[in-house]
């Protein structure tokens, strides 16, 4: 194919005026030893994309998100990440990608400022641009004012905020962050996804993404569901939600059995009494409010509608919910994790 | 439709502009690239060196005790075989900075465990940048840092008895600046596979006093048991400590007779080691292991 290379690349998305995707895989496994932890997985992330991987943990999404970065060979499959396939172009992935991970990789003596310092000069980040760019970033996660701190004086959440802010720091096309917000307290957690929230409205860029938080997932444009090493599902969370099944309907009305007949007569709904309530299931509750309003005659007092979450999500597409999943899978965990060690 | 994307490109660029993004594009992999992450690893070394002064001063302890307390309790009794004048720690002194080195020199290798141990190190692993400037910046930092403790002990030389002579003290410096980078390299090389803190600090503590005890540091090198003498050869503290030595003894005026006392060529079943040689060997080993460290660190997962 012509477009292997980056110049390759950069022509043809001009030509057919769209962008390749930041990340694309195909049959990507891993296996340490005996055990496998990814066991041939294939998605795609368009540019711009927030894109998050949720399961449970010992399901594979670290070793995948290793596997992007280049810190993990895959056992076999191939991945491109900004155009640049992890194995061949290591150090072109590299260039272009930003990581947060799950542990704090900072170095506590320095200053936030000398940390960053250092990841510019690691990364080549021009000189004249360093200065700037680094008090770009630090106000944007509300650290600038503390720059010169040591940060072993940081809060958990800040240091977090730094290791975010460092990642930005050579405007990378895909920022990678490995359970951000775990170990957090909720207010902490809900502060960094604000300033996830900003960066994608501010920056460019494409993020991947791995929790097994399910409120976090909600943030995510797409989600793939991750479990045992294999893709169980993928799509936006309102479908993910959606295939599920039916949102429930609750409707307080003036004459509760007119309305059931009602429904069954103009709708097919079959409906019935739950907690003094006339309660049905539909496919997309919030669109079908409206058609109700337009087609029952009976005088309406009250609508909600209540739709699946994602944890409904997991366990239709899993068996099993994520804390049940995650007990379960500690032990797997642990060998996976000697295994690991043992390499390095 | 080229027109058209040209236009969106030209707008999402104004748009960024006037969000006020800074754009940044990381240049391809070079020796500049490289070379400046040489020098940040480096930097990183002595930044932190310059914060730890708690580590500074507790490291010159051990060669103070050495120097100022065994050194003048044994004077009594190792005074009868030295030289009218001379003093038995001037004998010990290049030894007491060859320590001060080792000690330093190790413990800053340790640092990368550290560094593991508190994920830093995956910092530096990711970067776009080739794993040998990491470890040559981890080896010249630890290098610097252990020859600046040695020269606050050379700082020291009236003490000894051993003159401020710029030549000797440059000489000195040199040697100690070998000496540094050979043990950091060890280190390194060490603690590229060794990646427990625990353990290494065991078996570094294992090793450091075998290699300073076997060095000549306290002895000469003549007149051994044969045992210990192919020992001494064997340790490559031995090279540095033999021409510090040597060095020291050659400004003091000594009577051809008593240079040969107490300051002994190194000799191969007879055969004189010249000093370069000598030092040779020991850099040659440095690069050595130094190489060993990147070959392991540069093997992906």
């Known amino acids: 194919m012509a477009g292997q290379g980056s110049g390759g690349q950069v022509a043809q998305q001009a030509a057919d005026g769209h962008r390749a995707p930041a990340i694309e895989v195909a049959g990507l496994t891993k296996n340490y030893g005996d055990i496998e932890a990814v066991r041939g997985i294939d998605f795609e992330v368009p540019v711009g994309e927030t894109f998050g991987f949720l399961g449970p943990n010992g399901a594979g999404k670290s070793t995948t998100i290793k596997m992007l970065c280049t810190l993990a060979r895959p056992t076999s499959g191939s991945a491109r990440v900004a155009g640049h396939e992890v194995t061949t172009a290591r150090d072109a992935v590299r260039r272009n990608i930003g990581l947060v991970f799950q542990d704090t990789t900072l170095d506590n003596y320095l200053t936030g400022a000398q940390n960053l310092r250092f990841h510019a000069a690691l990364y080549g980040v021009p000189a004249a641009a360093v200065e700037p760019r680094m008090r770009q970033v630090l106000e944007m996660v509300g650290l600038w004012e503390r720059r010169d701190s040591v940060v072993m004086s940081y809060s958990g959440g800040m240091k977090r905020r730094l290791e975010i802010a460092r990642g930005l720091l050579h405007a990378p096309h895909v920022l990678f962050l490995d359970e951000p917000t775990v170990g957090l307290d909720p207010q902490t957690r809900a502060s960094i996804w604000e300033y996830i929230n900003e960066l994608k409205s501010r920056e460019d860029i494409t993020i991947f993404l791995t929790t097994h938080y399910m409120d976090e997932a909600e943030h995510c444009d797409r989600i793939a569901i991750i479990d045992h090493g294999k893709i169980v599902a993928i799509d936006t969370p309102e479908a993910l939600k959606a295939s599920v099944g039916k949102d429930r309907v609750q409707i307080q009305t003036a004459d509760d059995q007119a309305a059931i007949a009602e429904l069954g007569r103009v709708f097919g709904i079959e409906a019935g009494m739950h907690e003094g309530a006339v309660t049905f299931s539909v496919a997309s509750g919030e669109q079908f409010v409206p058609r109700l309003f337009a087609g029952l005659s009976v005088p309406i007092r009250s609508v909600s509608v209540s739709r699946p979450t994602l944890d409904d999500v997991f366990m239709s597409y899993t068996g099993t919910t994520i804390r049940d999943a995650e007990a379960s899978g500690t032990d797997q965990m642990r060998q996976m994790a000697a295994a690991f060690r043992g390499r390095r | ?301």
């Open chain 2, 1 to 301: 439709m080229a027109t058209t994307q040209t236009t969106q490109v030209a707008q999402a660029t104004e748009q960024a502009e006037l969000a006020g993004t800074i754009r940044v594009s990381v240049p391809e992999h070079s020796l500049r690239t490289d070379l400046r992450a040489v020098s940040i690893v480096w930097r990183r070394e002595l930044i932190r060196f310059q914060r730890d002064r708690l580590r500074t001063i507790t490291s010159l302890i051990q060669p103070l005790l050495f120097l100022l307390v065994l050194g003048t309790g044994l004077s009594s009794l190792a005074q009868a075989s030295m030289p009218p004048g001379i003093d038995f720690k001037t004998f010990i002194y290049p030894g007491v900075l060859a320590m001060t080195v080792l000690f330093t020199a190790i413990f800053s290798a340790a640092s990368i465990v550290w560094d593991r141990e508190f994920g830093f190190l995956r910092e530096m692993l990711v970067a776009p940048v080739s794993r040998a400037s990491i470890v040559i910046g981890k080896c010249l930092g630890g290098a610097t840092i252990a020859t600046m403790q040695g020269i606050i002990i050379l700082a020291l030389a009236g003490l000894a008895g051993v003159p401020y002579n710029p030549v000797l003290m440059l000489t000195l410096v040199g040697e100690m600046l070998l000496l540094a980078f050979t043990l950091t390299a060890f280190g390194v090389m060490m603690a590229a596979r060794i990646t427990q803190f625990q353990a290494f600090m065991a078996l570094t503590q294992m090793l450091v006093m075998p290699l300073f005890f076997l060095s000549g540091a306290l002895y000469p090198l003549h007149g051994l048991p044969a045992w210990l003498s192919v020992l001494t050869r064997i340790d490559p503290l031995t090279y540095v400590v033999g021409p510090m030595r040597h060095a020291v003894f050659s400004h003091l005026n000594l009577d051809p007779a008593a240079m040969g006392a107490l300051s002994p060529s190194i000799t191969w079943l007879g055969w004189p080691v010249p000093i370069m040689l000598s030092l040779g060997i020991v850099a040659a080993m440095g690069l050595a292991m130094m190489g060993v460290a990147i070959a392991t660190f540069s093997k992906p997962e």
